[in-house]
């Protein structure tokens, strides 16, 4: 039995992927963790490693091709040599032959494959391209960006130093292409190639919409795909999970004092920033530990997963557009540590370089508008989560305090909203208790390590 | 609060580790009475006497090999070259007993050894050093270079702290250096041992240096940014061993291109190291060849317009950054 590849779920909003370009042909070998293709979707473009070692069976979609996550891309086989020569028997076509040896198969099928392919695509190109690659300069990056994604390096011409092609090059014309065919090309291939599954239609009835039409005052925008993938998500995060919304008021004025103090200290000797994020982390963490059900989801057939693990989304703004990447095992970190994880991830989220395990497997979002200046919002939960937390800005306001004095003291709201299916307010609310507890224990020293 | 430069960083670390913790003494030529050839040890041996601060004779291998035996007796001795240069006299010592000592019989050796390196004084082929490369290769010693007046503090009180023989690189030039004045923080404080630190982020080129050679670096990609619109970023690397690999391999992974820059000769250096560990793990992500500027392959000069032309400074890093970038 062959090892079906399924289209993975690049981020829990997205619900499919298109298939950038195969890295490996059918018949090749390939590791465990080996890169098999190029995955483009709303959100992030990231290499899909290989779940098996095995022989690439079978290419069950093309390059361009848009499918629902889990939907089978590809078949490995696991069985190396035996499989070999199965798959070639098992095709249909030319070569269907028997062959006499598993080396003699290889070969069948790569001819089968360069046949087939007719309409000049990567694999006819690829061995004849290595020696113009040889005459060609061609930086070792731009190489393998080149060979990532499939691309002819006679196209393009190098601006480096004699010609060379480099990392710009390269960036410049994957650009290039993906400028021109985007948002159309999208909609109208989508049902053509993949007659089981139907794009998602925001929140809207079946029937196809009437063509907006605008008045002279108005101008029509059509969304980027990131926009459409946000829409989506929040329609039908709203439809399925009755949102509750809870909020408590921190007193946090011991971590600030502390982070006046210390921030820049520890910015140059650690070289990564700190701020009230990972505390508020840390306290997430404990409030988990204290009521689980925050850390778990519903699901289709009424029942409740917990989650064990605690990997928090946190939610990055960046170029273009929102993106919520996790933070594994938040609650293994100290909060320097934690710190240390917010800095990396973010970069890496800035710098577009996002892999496939970054976009998955978060189990609770602490977002923070608070950087805006919010003082209080009310976030909708990132789907399938239980809940979401929203710190929001930490400000000096005059509280009274013991003995009912008046004190000027730095506050923060934290908002949590929460499925009322899985929780109710006494569970939400101890969680909230919990984590106020946790971030106002802290005394003047604070030991971040 | 004043503002103390990089030498006064270095003697506050000493005053206060020996404060702290009884097993610290320093040892040394000169380093008693006199305060030191520097006055790194100004006012230490009033404070501590002469049991503590220790005249030697001008003889390295007994200086050293004195600080391995109280070491490996639970002292923290700081054996002090007056100049790194004729820390040669004691190399059997530290790459045959200090480094080896924990390995063969389970009992530590924490000490460090000090003293000023590098060129841009006019100090000639004697007093002109950097010797870092030949104990980078020798397993069993740590190796760093500060280049900050911060970092001067928070390095020595690490290495002294640490169970391992650490040599400590002190650059001259950087001594008095009014530019590198700054106010220390009043609490205790370390810089730890293996981790580099940046000191310019940018995208398009990283250059790995560390010591004097940071701020020539900093110089250099401050025109690239202006004159060449390039943003480039500067890792001092402050711990030579251990060596922060992590920061090293996070920083050219993304910026694709790495200029390599140090003091010491270009031969078996630093860089030849780095480079390797690049060309190693991170082939497919060079968008350009690892490049590296350092001192030419010859003694240390003393005639001055020799020795201007001899050290790596801010035009040679400009000109082979430019060449990088256009590669």
Redesign the interface.
């Known amino acids: 039995m062959p090892t079906p590849v399924k289209m993975p779920r690049l981020g829990e909003s997205v619900a499919e992927g298109t298939v950038g370009s195969w890295l490996k042909q059918e018949g090749d070998w390939i590791e465990k963790d080996e890169s098999l293709a190029e995955i483009i979707t709303d959100k992030i473009n990231a290499e899909l490693p290989s779940p098996v070692a095995g022989r690439l069976a079978k290419i069950l979609v093309q390059p361009d091709q848009t499918v629902a996550v889990g939907v089978d891309i590809a078949l490995i086989e696991e069985n190396a040599d035996a499989a070999a020569s199965q798959s070639v028997e098992a095709a249909p076509g030319p070569d269907a032959a028997p062959v006499e040896s598993p080396a003699r198969a290889n070969v069948a099928v790569m001819d089968k494959q360069s046949a087939s392919d007719g309409n000049g695509s990567k694999a006819a190109v690829q061995p004849s391209r290595v020696g113009e690659e040889e005459r060609q300069r061609i930086s070792p990056l731009a190489r393998r960006l080149a060979r990532e994604h499939g691309i002819d390096l006679n196209d393009i011409a190098g601006t480096g130093t004699g010609g060379r092609v480099r990392k710009e090059d390269i960036l410049a014309y994957i650009e290039q292409q993906q400028a021109a065919p985007a948002v159309p090309s999208y909609a109208a291939q989508a049902p053509a190639t993949q007659p089981a599954y139907t794009p998602p239609a925001p929140a809207a009835p079946k029937a196809e919409p009437a063509p907006t039409v605008i008045g002279p005052d108005e101008e029509l925008v059509t969304p980027s795909r990131m926009r459409l993938a946000i829409a989506e998500h929040m329609v039908r995060s709203k439809r399925t999970s009755p949102h509750a919304t809870t909020v408590v008021e921190v007193d946090m004025t011991n971590i600030a004092k502390w982070l006046e103090k210390n921030k820049e200290d520890f910015k140059r000797r650690e070289g990564y920033s700190i701020s009230y994020v990972p505390f508020v982390m840390k306290a997430v963490c404990e409030g988990i530990r204290k009521v689980p059900t925050i850390n778990s989801s519903w699901t289709e057939d009424n029942k409740i997963i917990i989650k064990k693990r605690i990997n928090l989304g946190m939610a990055v703004a960046t170029d273009a557009g929102l993106v919520v990447p996790t933070l594994y095992d938040a609650d293994q970190y100290t909060i320097a540590g934690l710190a240390k994880q917010i800095a990396a991830i973010a970069q890496r989220a800035r710098s577009n370089k996002l892999t496939v395990q970054d976009m998955q497997n978060s189990t609770f979002v602490v977002n923070n508008p608070g950087t805006f200046g919010t003082i209080i919002s009310v976030p909708i939960i990132n789907q399938p989560h239980a809940g979401i937390l929203s710190m929001d800005a930490v400000v000096k306001r005059p509280v009274v305090i013991e003995d009912d004095a008046i004190a000027v003291r730095y506050m923060m709201y934290l908002s949590l909203s929460f499925d009322h299916r899985i929780l109710d307010g006494a569970g939400a609310g101890g969680f909230l208790q919990a984590v106020r507890t946790k971030l106002q224990s802290y005394g003047r020293e604070i030991d971040v390590y | 609060m004043t503002a103390v430069t990089y030498l006064e960083a270095i003697g506050q670390a000493i005053r206060e580790e020996m404060r702290r913790d009884e097993a610290v003494f320093l040892l040394g030529e000169d380093v008693g009475t006199y305060g030191g050839a520097f006055k790194v040890s100004a006012g230490l041996m009033e404070e501590f006497g002469s049991e503590r601060i220790i005249d030697t004779p001008m003889a390295e291998a007994a200086i050293i090999g004195s600080a391995v035996g109280a070491a490996t007796m639970g002292m923290r001795p700081i054996a002090e070259m007056q100049f790194i240069d004729f820390i040669t006299c004691g190399f059997d010592q530290i790459v045959n007993m200090a480094s080896k000592f924990y390995w063969r019989s389970g009992i530590p050796a924490p000490m460090v050894i000090r003293g000023p390196s590098g060129g841009g004084v006019k100090g000639g082929p004697f007093h002109s050093a950097s010797p870092e490369a030949w104990f980078f290769h020798v397993p069993g010693i740590k190796v760093v270079v500060p280049s900050t007046t ?1 970092d001067a503090k ?1 390095l020595l009180k690490a290495a002294i702290r640490d169970n391992n023989p650490v040599l400590y690189l002190e650059h001259k030039l950087l001594y008095r250096m009014p530019e590198l004045r700054e106010e220390l ?1 009043e609490e205790d ?1 370390i ?2 041992l293996g ?4 000191r310019r982020a940018g ?1 398009n080129m990283t250059i790995l240096t560390y010591g004097a050679m940071v701020h020539q670096c900093l110089k250099a990609a401050q025109t690239l940014e202006q004159e060449d619109d390039l943003d480039v970023e500067v890792v001092d690397l402050r711990s030579l061993v251990p060596l922060d690999r992590e ?1 090293i391999l ?1 920083s050219v992974k ?1 910026t ?1 291109k790495v200029l390599i820059v140090h003091e010491d000769t270009l031969t078996g250096g630093i860089g030849a190291e780095l480079a390797a560990i690049l060309a190693e793990d991170l ?6 060849p690892i490049t590296r500027v350092a001192a030419p392959d010859a003694p240390f000069p003393y005639a001055p317009p020799l020795e201007d032309a001899y050290l790596p400074d801010a035009e040679k890093i400009l000109a082979a950054a430019r060449k990088l970038a ?2």
């Open positions: 911060y928070g923080p404080y810089v730890p981790k580099a630190i940046t995208e920061a996070e993304r694709n082939f497919e992500y060079l968008d350009g256009a590669y």
